[in-house]
């Protein structure tokens, strides 16, 4: 086994972290400025922490512009990049300035969300339009503060292209998301071949053992 303190190195040619929680979802963040500038931003830190009411998050290693965007005015949309979406969704992460509207820098369209300012992206086909329910600076262990924020919200609307929705059940396959892997450039995607199924087990089984 090759162990390491990760506060001492990890004696490797890349740090390895990342490769191995991975694959990861997209946390593709749309927020607006005070002064209503749009931004675009794709998160790797960022995923589903409640089930109801759903709450999402996303982590911003530096205090960048999504999220200080979504503490000050308390709202943003996810939009799900998809792997048709994959060059404009890497064209936002560009470190642009805050003045900059990365819907403009990427080509993309926006569409109005219902409840909250951000606009979506118009051609994701699933969308989250959030209120920010907490935003917390991570500390390590020993709780010093580290350059890492935290920005949970509240799922206040979905929207989902019909055309994802087969008897009622959301089809995750034929949505297609894009997944980040570990490294500079790794992407992955999901495909049926790869696909498990397994039940939970009910409490008789399991006190049955």
């Known amino acids: 086994m090759h162990s390491y303190e990760p506060r001492e190195g990890h ?33 790797s830190f960022f995923n589903l922490f409640n089930y109801s009411p759903p709450i999402v998050g996303f982590s911003s290693t530096g205090y960048k512009d ?32 805050p003045d900059v509207d990365e819907f403009d820098l990427a080509g993309l369209e926006a569409a109005p969300s219902a409840l909250v300012a951000p606009p979506r992206v118009a051609l994701s086909p699933v969308a989250f339009e959030c209120r920010v329910s907490r935003v917390l600076r991570l500390t390590d262990a020993a709780q010093r503060e580290v350059d890492a924020w935290l920005v949970l919200g509240e799922v206040v609307v979905v929207h989902i292209d019909e055309r994802l929705l087969v008897d009622g059940v959301f089809d995750t396959l034929a949505a297609d998301p894009l997944l980040r892997g570990g490294g500079p450039a790794d992407y992955f995607t999901l495909g049926a071949e790869r696909r498990l199924r397994m039940r939970r087990p009910d409490a008789g089984s399991a006190a049955g053992r």
């Open 66 to 97: 999504s999220a200080a965007n979504a503490q000050a005015t308390g709202e943003f949309v996810w939009n799900l990049a998809s792997v048709a979406l994959a060059a404009p969704m890497n064209e936002t992460s560009a470190p642009v300035g």
């Open 11 to 43: 004696r490797l040619a890349h740090d390895p972290l990342n490769s191995i929680v991975a694959p990861r979802p997209i946390g593709w963040v749309s927020t607006l400025a005070a002064d209503g500038t749009r931004n675009l931003a794709p998160y």
